[in-house]
């Protein structure tokens, strides 16, 4: 009989759990920073008010995969895990959403919308009548998922980024001219990479027992975050101001490098050495975006009041004409 049962509890190793707590907690910190910032400066729109709802749940995704990771409850983990499959569909279900109203620059008929619920109550059922997981591994203190739901989440999950792949080339086939076409690519192509590597990673942690993968993958996650961030504020989606987009991205900068002083394997340095500097990368380009932005509505501006101006004299002429 292993350690695990004996005690009723779980042992993890302590490089294991210092890079679940950096993996999950770094996307964690970000998209909280991002969603505050929407919340309080953004205007109520369906954009900001999708953005928000996809946050709160991916958020809860990752805390909910980081209690299956750092926990030694048997109990809690088995709790937990029993959710964390129909979690991750909804979030899967409202990034497609936010895809398909950014896409469309308005919300979809309420017909559509409630076909998004429909796909999300088979996961919903199985999982509130207990039957999302099928048994414990107490050895190595992981759960086994419901195949179907394994399934339906799979088949669903390519669906999902297929479309979203097909969005990302709308630009490229459409007649109309799109003016900001980098940004709209990067905006769709980055939810595109990141549910695509997501999906592949859990898929592949499933079939081969390996949930390493799942905590490599989490690394790259704050990449495609910040070019997101990049094309949401070059496209104004959420009408931010400047300043706040720049506490942004000092803010995820500062929390990416913070990891530099906790992992200790080579490995990880090295993918949180990569993460920064891509990271770095894309804040570079936002910022130089939102200088550029920012010097034209300045100079916008200033011929919009020279323009006034011209219209107050030649308002002005008229009286004395007349």
């Not at 709802?53 to 088995?78: H, K």
């Not at 991750?88 to 950014?102: K, L, N, R, S």
């Not at 859990?202 to 070019?227: D, R």
């Not at 100079?299 to 006034?308: D, G, P, R, V």
Request: glycine residues 2%.
């Amino acid at each position: 009989m292993d350690i695990n049962t004996i005690f009723n509890t779980c042992f993890i190793g302590t490089e294991i759990m210092s890079l679940a707590y950096y993996s999950h907690l770094v996307p964690v910190f970000f998209i909280a920073l991002l969603a505050t910032l929407v919340f309080l400066k953004a205007d109520r729109n369906i954009f900001s008010k999708t953005f928000l709802a996809f946050s709160f749940v991916f958020s809860l995704w990752l805390i909910g995969d980081l209690i299956t990771w750092v926990s030694n409850d048997y109990y809690l983990i088995y709790a937990t895990w029993s959710l964390l499959v129909y979690i991750e569909i909804v979030f899967y279900v409202i990034g497609f959403y936010f895809a398909t109203v950014f896409v469309r620059r308005t919300d979809i008929p309420l017909l559509s919308r409630f076909l998004f619920f429909v796909v999300t109550l088979v996961p919903f059922f199985i999982t509130i009548f207990q039957k999302s997981v099928e048994g414990f591994n107490h050895p190595v203190c992981e759960a086994f998922n419901n195949g179907f739901l394994d399934e339906y989440k799979l088949y669903l999950e390519i669906l999902i980024v297929a479309v979203i792949f097909v969005y990302t080339l709308f630009p490229f086939f459409e007649k109309k001219i799109f003016h900001n076409k980098k940004s709209y690519f990067t905006m769709l192509g980055s939810l595109f990479l990141f549910l695509s590597i997501f999906g592949v990673t859990e898929y592949l942690a499933s079939v081969t027992g390996n949930y390493e993968i799942n905590l490599y993958a989490l690394f790259v996650i704050p990449i495609f975050l910040v070019a997101m961030t990049y094309s949401i504020f070059s496209l104004d989606v959420f009408n931010v101001k400047l300043v706040s987009t720049y506490v942004l991205v000092f803010g995820f900068l500062i929390l990416t490098a913070s990891q530099l002083f906790f992992v200790t394997d080579s490995t990880n340095r090295l993918l949180t050495f990569l993460t920064l500097a891509l990271s770095l990368v894309f804040s570079l380009l936002l910022l130089k975006n939102l200088h550029k932005e920012a010097k034209q509505r300045i100079y916008i501006a200033k011929l919009n009041t020279e323009l006034q101006n011209l219209i107050q004299q030649r308002e002005n002429l008229v009286h004395l004409v007349t």
